[in-house]
C-alpha cells in the first residue's frame, strides 16, 4: 500500500496534461500512486497518459466512457489504494513539495483533513490565496465558523488544496453527487466534514489553480441561474450546519447559513492591480530555465544545488513570513551551532556586507538571533541561534535535501556517493585554503 493516491480526471486536456503529470512526477514525495482517469477523451489525452503509464509503474490509465468530472473521481476513489487522497484537475499543476508537505502535515498533526493555500493564476498574474489566517489544528466547529465568513471561497468549496483520509472516505461511503453539475466538490467536502474531528491549517500555497474558459464568471450566468445552481448545494450545506449545531444555535444562525444563496468568492480572481500579485514564474525563486549544456560543469552543481535549498528555504519564508535571506542566515547559524561573526555570515551566505547588516538587525530586534557575548574582546562581535521553532524545519529540510540527492540510488550507492563527495570537498577545501595562506 502506498502513502497517497492522487487522482487526475481528464477530458479533452492534451493542451495542459504534461504540465499536471510532470507536476506530479516531479515530487519530492515518491510513495504515490497517480490514477489518470480519461473520461471519453476526443483529442489525444489518452494517448498521453498511456505513454506516462507505460513510463513509470506508479502510474495507473483508466478508461471509461464520458460521465462527467464527478463520475470520473468516483471511479478513481474505486481503484485508488492509497492511506491518503489527493484530486488534481487536469489544467492545474502542484509546487515540487506538495504532495510532501500535505502527508507530513497529516502524519504529524493526526488530523482527519489537511487544508492548504493555493496560488490563484489568472493571465500571467499570480497571487497566494487562503481563507483561514493562522496556522494550525482546528475542530470541525471551528472549521465550520470560519466557512460561514466566507462559504463560497474557493478554499473551502474545492477539493485540490485538501488531503483526505481514505479510510473515512470508504468507512461513510462518501462519494461525489454525480447527478450535480455544479458545486459537487463543496457536497463532497462537506459530507466527509461531518466524520472528521480535527483540521489542520496549513499556510502555504500547495496548488496552482488557473482558471480556465467555460467558469461561471466567464459564461456570464445572471443572478437567478446562479441561485437556482445553488439550490442543491443550499440542501447539503444546510443539513452539515443542522447536524452539527445544537438546535438552539441552529436558529440562530439560520439567516447566516442561508446567506450562502447569495456569497461570492473572495479568492477567486488575481489581478494585476491587487496588491501580493506577481508574474507567474515569479512567485517563487529564480525564473531562469537550465540549460542542459551546463550539466557536466561546476556552474550546473553550484546553480542545482542553490535552486533545491532556496526552494526548501523559500517554504521555511513563506511559513513564517520572513525573507528567504532571513532563512538563510538562521539556517546557517542553526547549522554552526556557535556564534558567527559577520564576516563569517557574508563569506558563508554569499551576501554583502551592508544587506547582511541590516537583515541582522531586523533579525535580532525581532528575537531570531541574538548577540553573542565574547570574553576575548579582540575577536569581532558574533551572533547566535536563538529561534528553537526552526529546529525542526531544518532538520527536515536536511533530510529532503539528501532524499533527492539519493532519489533512485542503491544502499551500496549511496555509501559509495557519501565517500566521493566526502572526498571531493577534501580535495576542494584543501585548494581553497590556499588562498589563506598567502602573505
Known amino acids: 500500500?502506498?502513502?497517497?493516491?492522487?487522482?487526475?480526471?481528464?477530458?479533452?486536456?492534451?493542451?495542459?496534461?504534461?504540465?499536471?503529470?510532470?507536476?506530479?512526477?516531479?515530487?519530492?514525495?515518491?510513495?504515490?500512486?497517480?490514477?489518470?482517469?480519461?473520461?471519453?477523451?476526443?483529442?489525444?489525452?489518452?494517448?498521453?497518459a498511456s505513454a506516462y503509464a507505460q513510463?513509470?509503474?506508479?502510474?495507473?490509465?483508466?478508461?471509461?466512457?464520458?460521465?462527467?468530472?464527478?463520475?470520473?473521481?468516483?471511479?478513481?476513489?474505486?481503484?485508488?489504494?492509497?492511506?491518503?487522497?489527493?484530486?488534481?484537475?487536469s489544467d492545474d499543476w502542484l509546487p515540487m513539495e506538495a504532495l510532501k508537505l500535505l502527508v507530513r502535515e497529516i502524519e504529524q498533526k493526526d488530523t482527519d483533513l489537511v487544508i492548504g493555500d493555493f496560488f490563484r493564476v489568472f493571465e500571467g498574474k499570480i497571487s497566494q490565496k487562503g481563507s483561514i489566517a493562522e496556522e494550525g489544528v482546528i475542530t470541525r466547529d471551528q472549521y465550520a465558523e470560519a466557512m460561514l465568513?466566507?462559504?463560497?471561497?474557493?478554499?473551502?468549496?474545492?477539493?485540490w488544496n485538501k488531503l483526505y483520509k481514505r479510510d473515512l472516505i470508504e468507512q461513510y461511503h462518501v462519494r461525489m453527487d454525480e447527478s450535480v453539475s455544479y458545486g459537487e466538490d463543496m457536497i463532497f467536502n462537506l459530507e466527509y466534514l461531518l466524520h472528521a474531528s480535527t483540521i489542520a491549517v496549513l499556510k502555504l500555497p500547495v496548488y496552482y489553480y488557473i482558471r480556465m474558459p467555460g467558469s461561471l464568471i466567464e459564461q456570464n450566468i445572471s443572478l437567478p441561474k446562479i441561485i437556482n445552481m445553488k439550490r442543491t448545494v443550499i440542501r447539503y450545506y444546510d443539513r452539515f450546519y443542522k447536524k452539527i449545531l445544537d438546535e438552539e444555535t441552529y436558529q440562530e444562525r439560520r439567516m447566516v447559513i442561508l446567506s450562502y444563496y447569495l456569497a461570492f468568492s473572495t479568492d477567486a480572481l488575481t489581478l494585476p492591480w491587487v496588491g501580493g500579485s506577481k508574474d507567474l514564474g515569479k512567485e517563487r525563486g529564480a525564473d531562469v530555465p537550465f540549460d542542459d549544456t551546463l550539466l557536466d560543469s561546476s556552474?550546473?552543481?553550484?546553480?542545482?544545488?542553490?535552486?533545491?535549498?532556496?526552494?526548501?528555504?523559500?517554504?521555511?519564508?513563506?511559513?513564517?513570513?520572513?525573507?528567504?535571506?532571513?532563512?538563510?542566515?538562521?539556517?546557517?547559524?542553526?547549522?554552526?551551532?556557535?556564534?558567527?561573526?559577520?564576516?563569517?555570515?557574508?563569506?558563508?551566505?554569499?551576501?554583502?556586507?551592508?544587506?547582511?547588516t541590516m537583515l541582522l538587525v531586523r533579525m535580532t530586534s525581532s528575537g531570531l538571533i541574538n548577540r553573542a557575548v565574547r570574553e576575548d574582546k579582540k575577536k569581532p562581535e558574533g551572533y547566535i541561534f536563538s529561534a528553537p521553532d526552526f529546529s525542526l524545519e531544518f532538520r527536515q529540510m536536511e533530510n529532503d535535501y539528501r532524499a533527492v540527492c539519493l532519489d533512485g540510488l542503491s544502499e551500496e550507492e549511496k555509501q559509495t556517493y557519501r565517500v566521493v563527495s566526502q572526498k571531493v570537498l577534501d580535495n576542494i577545501r584543501k585548494r581553497v585554503a590556499l588562498r589563506e595562506e598567502r602573505p
Open 299 to 356: 556552474i550546473a552543481w553550484k546553480y542545482l544545488t542553490d535552486q533545491l535549498t532556496c526552494r526548501y528555504l523559500e517554504t521555511i519564508s513563506i511559513r513564517h513570513g520572513i525573507s528567504v535571506s532571513e532563512t538563510r542566515i538562521l539556517y546557517l547559524l542553526w547549522k554552526l551551532g556557535r556564534p558567527c561573526s559577520l564576516g563569517e555570515i557574508c563569506s558563508y551566505s554569499g551576501m554583502n556586507r551592508i544587506n547582511v
Open 1 to 48: 500500500m502506498c502513502k497517497a493516491s492522487i487522482i487526475v480526471p481528464v477530458y479533452n486536456a492534451s493542451k495542459t496534461l504534461n504540465r499536471c503529470v510532470d507536476s506530479i512526477l516531479k515530487q519530492d514525495f515518491r510513495d504515490y500512486e497517480l490514477i489518470l482517469v480519461d473520461d471519453g477523451s476526443k483529442d489525444e489525452s489518452a494517448k498521453i
Open 55 to 89: 513510463a513509470d509503474a506508479r502510474i495507473r490509465l483508466i478508461q471509461k466512457k464520458n460521465g462527467g468530472v464527478s463520475s470520473a473521481r468516483n471511479r478513481g476513489l474505486a481503484e485508488a489504494k492509497g492511506l491518503y487522497i489527493l484530486f488534481v484537475d
Open 149 to 159: 465568513k466566507s462559504p463560497a471561497d474557493l478554499y473551502f468549496g474545492v477539493l
